[in-house]
């Protein structure tokens, strides 16, 4: 992938989301937030109401990434550490 395709896929991926975020910190409390893109992998931090909650794997693996795959299929989305 060239440089400027990835950096328009960073771009997609960022405002994707933001659009996440905002549903899910109108409704749940929680926060999604765009760490960083590279070689396919979009990493993300969850943070709020999603912090310490026992659903937080199904909101990462099932809301994030299945509305990811979504759009790119061959991203992963991993949390950032």
């Known amino acids: 992938m060239t440089?400027?395709?990835?950096?328009?896929?960073?771009?997609?991926?960022?405002?994707l989301i933001e659009k996440?975020?905002?549903y899910i910190e109108q409704y749940?409390?929680?926060?999604?937030?765009?760490?960083?893109?590279?070689n396919d992998i979009l990493e993300v931090r969850l943070g709020?109401?999603?912090?310490?909650?026992p659903l937080?794997?199904?909101?990462?693996h099932?809301?994030?990434?299945?509305?990811v795959h979504q759009f790119f299929p061959n991203v992963n989305v991993i949390e950032a550490k």
């Open 20 to 22: 996440l975020n905002a």
């Open 56 to 60: 937080l794997p199904s909101t990462l």
């Open 48 to 53: 709020g109401a999603c912090l310490n909650c």
């Open 28 to 38: 749940h409390g929680g926060t999604v937030e765009f760490v960083s893109f590279q």
């Open 62 to 67: 099932g809301w994030v990434a299945g509305t």
């Open 3 to 15: 440089t400027a395709e990835t950096t328009s896929q960073e771009t997609q991926l960022r405002h």
